[in-house]
């Protein structure tokens, strides 16, 4: 449509242009890092928040 290849064409001609991934490495690039830290933290973040208010609650 458009005098463009179709999508899988184009998605196939990027990953040809690309590094093969070096060997260890996890995360190919920075914003993959960040993101799952980010997500890690917050997981971790509210179940403490949680037991803290599950375990210290001052209830009547």
């Known amino acids: 449509m458009f005098g463009r290849p179709p999508l899988e064409e ?6 040809r242009e690309r590094a ?6 996890v995360f190919p ?3 993959a ?3 799952f830290f980010f997500s890690l933290a917050v997981v971790v973040i509210t179940h403490v928040v ?3 208010l599950f375990f210290f609650d001052s209830g009547p």
Do not use: N
């Not at 184009?10 to 990953?15: C, D, H, S, T, V």
């Not at 093969?20 to 490495?25: A, I, Q, V």
């Open 33 to 35: 890092k960040v993101v």
């Open 10 to 15: 184009r998605i196939a001609a990027r990953q």
């Open 20 to 25: 093969p991934l070096k060997p260890g490495k």
């Open 50 to 52: 949680a037991l803290s």
């Open 29 to 31: 690039h920075a914003p």
